[in-house]
């Protein structure tokens, strides 16, 4: 378990090795929301869109060109596999990265 130190300007400061699981940098938004009563922070829709680019660009062909329309057209099709079958099928090795 990792923690958040509030700091006196009443910022949460994150440590290191939870900034790089997260693939986040200086300035960038995350989000906070409640789920279950507890508290989830998560990358913006943005980061993940850039990351799943990344993790795309990896695991095809160096003349294929991979488009933000592309990444958002999987993350629907993997949507649309999950409420189908109650799970997610991957069509490709992503890794560990997960858009949800």
């Known amino acids: 378990m990792q923690f958040l130190k509030v700091n006196s300007n009443l910022l ?15 300035g960038e938004k995350i989000a ?5 009563g507890e508290y989830v922070l998560r990358p913006t829709m ?17 003349n294929e060109w991979v488009s933000e329309e592309d990444v958002i057209e999987y993350v629907k ?7 189908k079958k109650g799970g997610c ?3 490709k ?4 990265f997960s858009p949800y």
């Open 12 to 26: 949460l400061e994150i440590p290191n090795s939870m900034v790089k699981k997260m693939g986040i940098k200086a």
């Open 32 to 36: 906070i929301y409640e789920k279950n």
């Open 46 to 62: 943005i980061q993940v869109i850039n990351k799943m680019q990344d993790v795309i660009i990896d695991n095809v062909d160096e």
């Open 77 to 83: 099709e993997i949507r649309k596999e999950k409420k």
């Open 89 to 91: 099928q991957k069509k």
């Open 93 to 96: 090795n992503w890794g560990s």
